[in-house]
């Protein structure tokens, strides 16, 4: 079996030192479409954008975390752990889980520890749970959790693991938006470090079994958070505590992305739809824990 679940559990963590700048950060909240909103008549230079892009007012969207340092965040990298040996056409992103211990800042140099936290036997896929911790001379700055799905590989009869699966929010979202995905959203993301072919090579993304490629579900984490930062918490990066979600369908460049949000003094629920394709599920189970 190509997941040797007891081996990969068993491997000693990866530490390396990562660092970034605010070069990365403004490249970053450039392929996530700061700089282009669909209510702002010039919102290139409106300030509210702006401090996702100019330096001098730089602020940085916690989800940024994701790629610091290293771009892929331990997806690409974990696939390579001992005990872990698949085919990278038969990875899929299930899940991403974010806690910030502190703000980010726009430049920094840290220390990132990788290991596999989780195996779990979902029948037909197996999910590897890929957990980050970064910390930087100051102590704790963020930790990473990626859940990814290697189709094929289930079966051995191992921990099915927890549902992620919540009861649906109560009520109408106190605020829906619209953010429009431009057509060549994923190879400017893929600029920031994932580099799956899947994402921009159209053979490549046949062989995965897509039609064409398919935006990057992190490049759509990024998104939602920065609507709901933008949309609820007045634009203060700060106020996020951690962030979760279940990548629940694909989305493609060109489409566009309907935000529903839940909101309450400390959490706002997301649920994210392609308007295209009558609101097919692109996010669920989606959780902003906030001040």
């Not at 520890?113 to 100051?138: F, N, P, Q, S």
Request: hydrophobic letters at 40%; aromatic letters at 6%.
């Amino acid at each position: 079996m190509p997941i040797d679940a007891a081996k990969a559990l068993a491997a000693e963590p990866r530490t390396g030192e990562i660092s970034w700048n605010s070069k990365d950060v403004q490249l970053y909240h450039l392929g996530i479409g700061a700089g282009s909103h669909p209510d702002k008549p010039s919102p290139a230079t409106d300030p509210d954008e702006l401090r996702y892009t100019l330096e001098s007012r730089l602020h940085v969207l916690p989800s940024f975390a994701t790629v610091a340092g290293s771009g892929s965040p331990g997806v690409i990298s974990g696939l390579s752990m001992p005990g872990i040996d698949v085919d990278l056409a038969k990875v899929l992103h299930g899940g991403q889980s974010l806690t910030l211990h502190r703000p980010l800042p726009a430049e920094g140099t840290a220390t990132a520890t990788h290991r596999i936290a989780a195996v779990y036997d979902k029948g037909k896929a197996a999910v590897l749970v890929m957990r980050t911790d970064v910390a930087d001379a100051e102590g704790p700055l963020w930790t990473n959790d990626a859940q990814i799905f290697v189709r094929g590989e289930g079966g051995w009869g191992g921990d099915r693991g927890p549902s992620a699966r919540l009861d649906p929010p109560a009520g109408e979202p106190d605020r829906t938006v619209r953010r429009p995905i431009r057509e060549d959203q994923a190879l400017l993301y893929r600029l920031s470090g994932d580099w799956n072919p899947l994402h921009a090579d159209p053979e490549f993304a046949k062989v995965a079994g897509f039609e064409r490629p398919i935006l990057h579900g992190l490049c759509t984490y990024g998104m939602t958070l920065k609507a709901v930062v933008d949309t609820l918490l007045g634009g203060d990066v700060t106020r996020v505590r951690s962030y979760v979600t279940r990548f629940a369908g694909v989305v493609y460049p060109g489409e566009t992305l309907r935000i529903r949000m839940w909101h309450t003094p400390h959490s706002t629920r997301v649920a994210v739809g392609a308007v295209e394709r009558d609101d097919a599920p692109v996010l669920a189970d989606t959780i902003v824990e906030h001040s």
